[in-house]
């Protein structure tokens, strides 16, 4: 039995005990002069020797508030109210002992006069913050995330990477899910990214970077859960906030925000309009050897691609909760989003000969218009059954995605004198649509002694229809391409249950939980004159087990160990199972694969965390049929597809940093070292290749005086191997500068991204047949931005929102 099997069984014997973490609780109520609760008021938890912000709540309507999820510490409490003096408390103590600490009832007095200067809180937000299944990302902290999109953001988290082909990577691994607000997008890379770079900076509140998610996630998504949560309003009466951005690189983007919000006692609506018109470049260099039997060179090929992208996109969203008692909520969400896009491809190709004399030229003039929908409609139940936290949460999703693509390919065949001989028109039509029924109920129960057990279950229907229809010009007679032309349908059930249980005692921490998984899947490709029709079906069943396990080295709650398990599945694109063949040229396709299967993986990992200063984490994963592309080189003709990589076994060591330099400085570093591994039998080839890299990320935040700050940020990784493929060495350099505006409801911020133009691609294709091949290929990532907002409201109202669904994993997974 190797060591990473019985580390994995030791793990789940000992947390089969219970879970959690320590909950140390502050809690009290609000008073005005005459005694009656104050509804609504802001209260701020600060630390007691420098006022750093800790946290903030709200009170009920009977004045009551509560911080929990704390640790041994000194605290104050501040309070900011309208008409109502400043309060600061004296020190609170939390010792190791003193779990559920209840203060007096404060009383505030009236403000009669002009408001006092208020106490300054150091109110920074730290870029980075741990808990015990999860980091949470602040992009606030950032001043060069203005006025970017959320994959510019996700890009600048710790242990992410994206790819330029919009692959999204956590901890070095590929087969991340991606859910907003807890709510799955359905999509997948070429999508997905466009949905990303459609959803502004400015609206994200929080990103939690899971690797190992607890049991009440979906088992989806082998590399881990990514859950980026926007920013919802909570004040009463109307208010919202705007922001507008322009950028430049060579070519102009912009990406504008209005957030507009009603709230009162009984309902709550939200609502939120974006607009984004993006436009960019990618400089794609291709060179292909081709090989006699003796490796001898027999042909050369070269290839430029100038891909110009511009979209234009609007999205809408408009929410209502209604309150219907004070422990039950109603509500409805709704969410629309409009794509319309255009790619152009002017793509020269040289074919040569050993001795690199020219043979032929091949001239493919391509674009691609692109019309993209999604609607979602969401009804929640969310009931209380005490004021301990004893609830049910139910959701109801409705989704649909329509897609229409219209592609049209202009080949031309040149010899040498540029005499032409041969020349096509291919058009292609490829509409395409899913629809997604979910149900998800979730109940949480907590007990005595910092105990709490979760359960739930869930269902999930999706229906897809993708046809093709291709034509052919030649000579001027137009014909069906039926060797292009398909059409394929394919539905999915899932029905899935949960429980995940958590104790937490003195310094020991413990979480537990088992999901079980059950999958129906049914797919036919209808055919053609051509080619036959077939039908498949599959049904699996599986047990995703999560464990976690965290201990307190000292009594001040300084140093903790934390050691975690989970089991993950990656479930393919429904687009990736559809065979259609997509051309770029006469010598490249792009196709999809009906036979991929479901991807597993045991991740598994143990950290050392020092405060929030310090987290020093060794991670291992083990994956059997990882999805990833592949490339076949069949007759000379390029095939990129998506298969199965037999086994894969990354390591990774990281390190993240927040280090107090000055007063004025706060640097954050997050490195990683990692090492993968692939085997697998790739069509005619062997594949087994080992590759180390390291990864560092330095930020330097810089608080200046005035209402200004600024930031300085840099970014760098090696050479490394990703399964078939080999990436060279690259990063970027990124400055930023923040003015506070209109009493500090605005903000001026600018940004310079890449500043040196170094974030350039290049990489090699390992394991072709008699093939090597390299590609290059730079980007418009040099860019300057400049982006205003402001925001307007007053009055907080402490009522939540529910931002949940049932159709978190099914929405990752449609891809255009």
């Given at each position: 039995?190797?060591?990473?099997?019985?580390?994995?069984?030791?793990?789940?014997?000992?947390?089969?005990l219970s879970k959690a973490q320590n909950n140390y609780k502050i809690s009290s109520a609000i008073n005005d002069s005459s005694n009656k609760p104050l509804d609504g008021v802001i209260v701020s938890l600060v630390k007691a020797n420098k006022l750093a912000l800790v946290k903030t709540t709200f009170t009920d309507e009977k004045g009551n508030f509560e911080f929990d999820d704390l640790k041994p510490d000194s605290f104050k409490i501040s309070i900011i109210h309208v008409g109502y003096?400043?309060?600061?408390?004296?020190?609170?103590?939390?010792?190791?002992?003193?779990?559920?600490?209840?203060?007096?009832?404060?009383?505030?007095?009236?403000?009669?006069?002009?408001?006092?200067?208020?106490?300054?809180?150091?109110?920074?937000?730290?870029?980075?913050?741990?808990?015990?299944?999860?980091?949470?990302?602040?992009?606030?902290?950032?001043?060069?995330?203005?006025?970017?999109?959320?994959?510019?953001?996700?890009?600048?988290?710790?242990?992410?990477?994206?790819?330029?082909?919009?692959?999204?990577?956590?901890?070095?691994?590929?087969?991340?899910?991606?859910?907003?607000?807890?709510?799955?997008?359905?999509?997948?890379?070429?999508?997905?990214?466009?949905?990303?770079?459609?959803?502004?900076?400015?609206?994200?509140?929080?990103?939690?970077?899971?690797?190992?998610?607890?049991?009440?996630?979906?088992?989806?998504?082998?590399?881990?859960?990514?859950?980026?949560?926007?920013?919802?309003?909570?004040?009463?009466?109307?208010?919202?906030?705007?922001?507008?951005?322009?950028?430049?690189?060579?070519?102009?983007?912009?990406?504008?925000?209005?957030?507009?919000?009603?709230?009162?006692?009984?309902?709550?609506?939200?609502?939120?309009?974006?607009?984004?018109?993006?436009?960019?470049?990618?400089?794609?260099?291709?060179q292909r050897t081709y090989k006699n039997d003796d490796l001898t060179t027999k042909s050369i090929f070269n290839q430029n691609t100038y891909i110009q992208p511009s979209n234009q996109s609007y999205s809408a969203r408009l929410g209502l909760d209604y309150y219907v008692t004070k422990k039950t909520t109603l509500g409805i969400a709704t969410k629309g989003l409009f794509n319309e896009s255009k790619v152009t491809q002017y793509n020269v190709a040289q074919l040569l000969n050993a001795?690199?004399?020219?043979?032929?030229?091949?001239?493919?003039?391509?674009?691609?218009?692109?019309?993209?929908?999604?609607?979602?409609?969401?009804?929640?139940?969310?009931?209380?059954?005490?004021?301990?936290?004893?609830?049910?949460?139910?959701?109801?999703?409705?989704?649909?995605?329509?897609?229409?693509?219209?592609?049209?390919?202009?080949?031309?065949?040149?010899?040498?004198?540029?005499?032409?001989?041969?020349?096509?028109?291919?058009?292609?039509?490829?509409?395409?649509?899913?629809?997604?029924?979910?149900?998800?109920?979730?109940?949480?129960?907590?007990?005595?002694?910092?105990?709490?057990?979760?359960?739930?279950?869930?269902?999930?229907?999706?229906?897809?229809?993708?046809?093709?229809?291709?034509?052919?010009?030649?000579?001027?007679?137009?014909?069906?391409?039926?060797?292009?032309?398909?059409?394929?349908?394919?539905?999915?059930?899932?029905?899935?249950?949960?429980?995940?249980?958590?104790?937490?005692?003195?310094?020991?921490?413990?979480?537990?939980?088992?999901?079980?998984?059950?999958?129906?899947?049914?797919?036919?490709?209808?055919?053609?004159?051509?080619?036959?029709?077939?039908?498949?079906?599959?049904?699996?069943?599986?047990?995703?087990?999560?464990?976690?396990?965290?201990?307190?080295?000292?009594?001040?709650?300084?140093?903790?160990?934390?050691?975690?398990?989970?089991?993950?599945?990656?479930?393919?694109?429904?687009?990736?199972?559809?065979?259609?063949?997509?051309?770029?040229?006469?010598?490249?396709?792009?196709?999809?694969?009906?036979?991929?299967?479901?991807?597993?993986?045991?991740?598994?990992?143990?950290?050392?965390?020092?405060?929030?200063?310090?987290?020093?984490?060794?991670?291992?994963?083990?994956?059997?049929?990882?999805?990833?592309?592949?490339?076949?080189?069949?007759?000379?003709?390029?095939?990129?597809?998506?298969?199965?990589?037999?086994?894969?076994?990354?390591?990774?060591?990281?390190?993240?940093?927040?280090?107090?330099?000055?007063?004025?400085?706060?640097?954050?570093?997050?490195?990683?070292?990692?090492?993968?591994?692939?085997?697998?039998?790739?069509?005619?080839?062997?594949?087994?290749?080992?590759?180390?890299?390291?990864?560092?990320?330095?930020?330097?935040?810089?608080?200046?005086?005035?209402?200004?700050?600024?930031?300085?940020?840099?970014?760098?990784?090696?050479?490394?191997?990703?399964?078939?493929?080999?990436?060279?060495?690259?990063?970027?350099?990124?400055?930023?500068?923040?003015?506070?505006?209109?009493?500090?409801?605005?903000?001026?911020?600018?940004?310079?991204?890449?500043?040196?133009?170094?974030?350039?691609?290049?990489?090699?294709?390992?394991?072709?047949?008699?093939?090597?091949?390299?590609?290059?290929?730079?980007?418009?990532?040099?860019?300057?931005?400049?982006?205003?907002?402001?925001?307007?409201?007053?009055?907080?109202?402490?009522?939540?929102?529910?931002?949940?669904?049932?159709?978190?994993?099914?929405?990752?997974?449609?891809?255009?």
């Amino acid at each position: 039995m190797s060591f990473s099997k019985i580390v994995i069984i030791t793990i789940l014997l000992l947390v089969q005990l219970s879970k959690a973490q320590n909950n140390y609780k502050i809690s009290s109520a609000i008073n005005d002069s005459s005694n009656k609760p104050l509804d609504g008021v802001i209260v701020s938890l600060v630390k007691a020797n420098k006022l750093a912000l800790v946290k903030t709540t709200f009170t009920d309507e009977k004045g009551n508030f509560e911080f929990d999820d704390l640790k041994p510490d000194s605290f104050k409490i501040s309070i900011i109210h309208v008409g109502y003096k400043k309060y600061l408390s004296p020190d609170i103590i939390i010792t190791e002992n003193e779990f559920d600490k209840k203060l007096e009832t404060i009383a505030l007095s009236k403000d009669k006069g002009i408001q006092l200067e208020e106490v300054t809180i150091v109110s920074k937000l730290p870029f980075i913050e741990r808990k015990i299944d999860r980091t949470i990302v602040n992009p606030d902290a950032l001043i060069s995330n203005a006025g970017s999109n959320a994959l510019d953001v996700l890009a600048k988290s710790p242990g992410v990477m994206v790819t330029e082909n919009g692959t999204i990577k956590l901890k070095g691994k590929s087969g991340v899910i991606v859910l907003i607000d807890d709510k799955p997008t359905y999509l997948s890379a070429t999508d997905l990214e466009s949905y990303l770079k459609s959803l502004p900076a400015s609206q994200i509140k929080q990103i939690e970077l899971m690797t190992n998610p607890p049991a009440q996630y979906d088992a989806s998504g082998n590399a881990g859960i990514i859950n980026i949560k926007t920013k919802k309003s909570k004040l009463k009466g109307i208010n919202g906030n705007v922001s507008l951005n322009y950028a430049q690189g060579r070519y102009a983007r912009s990406n504008d925000n209005l957030s507009l919000n009603f709230s009162n006692k009984k309902i709550t609506i939200f609502s939120n309009l974006s607009y984004g018109n993006n436009n960019s470049y990618h400089d794609l260099t291709i060179q292909r050897t081709y090989k006699n039997d003796d490796l001898t060179t027999k042909s050369i090929f070269n290839q430029n691609t100038y891909i110009q992208p511009s979209n234009q996109s609007y999205s809408a969203r408009l929410g209502l909760d209604y309150y219907v008692t004070k422990k039950t909520t109603l509500g409805i969400a709704t969410k629309g989003l409009f794509n319309e896009s255009k790619v152009t491809q002017y793509n020269v190709a040289q074919l040569l000969n050993a001795d690199q004399s020219l043979s032929t030229t091949v001239i493919a003039d391509n674009s691609e218009k692109d019309l993209f929908k999604n609607g979602t409609i969401n009804l929640n139940l969310r009931h209380e059954f005490d004021s301990v936290g004893k609830q049910l949460i139910v959701d109801l999703d409705y989704v649909t995605y329509q897609t229409n693509i219209n592609q049209v390919f202009k080949n031309d065949v040149y010899l040498p004198d540029n005499s032409n001989i041969y020349n096509d028109v291919q058009h292609g039509n490829l509409p395409s649509n899913i629809t997604i029924y979910a149900f998800k109920a979730d109940y949480s129960n907590p007990f005595k002694h910092e105990a709490k057990l979760d359960a739930g279950i869930k269902t999930s229907y999706t229906d897809t229809d993708n046809d093709a229809i291709y034509t052919i010009t030649q000579n001027d007679i137009t014909t069906n391409n039926y060797n292009l032309s398909n059409h394929f349908k394919y539905s999915e059930m899932i029905n899935a249950a949960y429980l995940n249980f958590s104790k937490s005692y003195k310094r020991l921490s413990f979480q537990s939980g088992l999901r079980f998984e059950s999958t129906t899947l049914n797919a036919t490709q209808l055919g053609n004159p051509l080619k036959t029709g077939s039908f498949f079906s599959r049904n699996y069943n599986n047990l995703f087990p999560t464990a976690y396990l965290s201990y307190q080295l000292d009594s001040a709650f300084n140093n903790n160990l934390t050691l975690s398990y989970g089991k993950r599945v990656s479930r393919p694109f429904y687009k990736d199972l559809n065979p259609f063949s997509s051309p770029l040229d006469k010598y490249t396709f792009y196709e999809g694969n009906p036979y991929l299967k479901p991807t597993f993986a045991h991740n598994l990992s143990f950290a050392y965390s020092f405060k929030q200063f310090l987290t020093v984490t060794l991670s291992y994963s083990n994956s059997k049929d990882q999805i990833q592309e592949t490339i076949e080189i069949n007759n000379g003709i390029y095939y990129s597809r998506p298969g199965n990589i037999g086994s894969s076994e990354v390591f990774v060591l990281s390190l993240e940093s927040s280090i107090p330099v000055q007063k004025w400085l706060t640097t954050t570093i997050y490195s990683e070292v990692s090492q993968s591994h692939y085997q697998s039998k790739l069509y005619t080839e062997t594949l087994n290749s080992t590759g180390t890299y390291w990864y560092i990320n330095v930020n330097n935040n810089i608080q200046l005086k005035k209402g200004w700050s600024a930031e300085i940020r840099g970014e760098y990784i090696t050479n490394f191997i990703d399964s078939q493929f080999s990436f060279g060495d690259f990063g970027h350099f990124t400055v930023g500068l923040q003015k506070k505006i209109l009493k500090d409801f605005g903000s001026l911020k600018f940004s310079f991204n890449d500043v040196l133009h170094s974030d350039k691609i290049r990489g090699t294709i390992n394991n072709l047949h008699l093939t090597d091949a390299n590609w290059f290929g730079p980007r418009d990532t040099r860019v300057a931005s400049l982006t205003f907002s402001y925001r307007f409201g007053k009055n907080l109202n402490p009522k939540p929102k529910h931002t949940g669904s049932g159709s978190e994993t099914e929405q990752n997974r449609v891809k255009g």
